[in-house]
């Protein structure tokens, strides 16, 4: 089977998927149904042919998917320019992302050693480099965050519900309300 890639066979296909990955997918999933329903009957007399020509297709579909499909950049490799254009959900995400790569580079082996010989928690460059890019995340999100949103945790609504239904004081509904409205305004603190 030939190995080289048709450059332009591949731009042309790309081309007629409107360069769209999603429609490069479909098609793959297409060209898949066809080849499986193709195998059922391997006596036909074009079968070799249409084989052949199923899995060329199927082989150029691959090759446009790969021409179109950008590696994204791991959270470890972002810079501030990566950053800069992110929206606030992939903000959020990456630095879910950056703090476990912080918890697992904490006591990497890369970590300076004190004069018993103990890894010193957080003192290797893996650490420090999450700690910048978590840091220049978190400016990033500070910028984003939606005007009139407030974070509030599960735990601290729990507890606000807990005081009210364990009120010792009858409380109506107008009390209930304001007390929740108090809490609204406060929000919980990160």
């Known amino acids: 089977m030939n190995t080289t890639i048709d450059m332009t066979a591949v731009i042309a296909k790309s081309a007629e998927l409107d360069n769209d990955l999603v ?3 479909k098609e793959l999933k297409r ?3 066809v080849k499986c329903r193709l195998k059922k009957a391997p006596g036909r007399v074009t ?3 249409e084989m052949t020509a ?28 990566d950053i800069a254009v992110m929206n606030y959900d992939e903000v959020c995400r990456a630095i879910r992302s950056i703090q476990s790569k912080k918890t697992h580079t904490k ?18 460059d893996a650490y420090r480099e ?3 890019i978590e840091d220049m995340l978190k400016a990033r999100r500070d910028v984003l965050k939606p005007v009139g949103t407030l974070r ?23 009390d209930v309300l304001d007390r929740i409205e108090a809490f609204f305004d406060g929000g919980d603190p990160e």
């Open 54 to 81: 199923c899995l060329q297709e199927e082989q150029l579909l691959k090759n446009v998917k790969a021409y179109l499909d950008v590696p994204r950049k791991t959270v470890n490799d972002l810079t501030g320019d």
């Open 130 to 132: 999450a700690c910048r």
């Open 152 to 174: 509030i945790s599960v735990a601290s609504l729990r507890t606000l519900i807990d005081e009210l239904r364990f009120c010792e004081e009858g409380l109506s509904a107008s």
């Open 107 to 124: 006591w990497a082996e890369d970590c300076q050693k004190d004069k018993d010989g103990l890894y010193i928690p957080g003192s290797g």
């Open 23 to 25: 429609k490069v997918n």
């Open 31 to 33: 060209i898949a149904s």
């Open 47 to 49: 079968y070799q042919t």
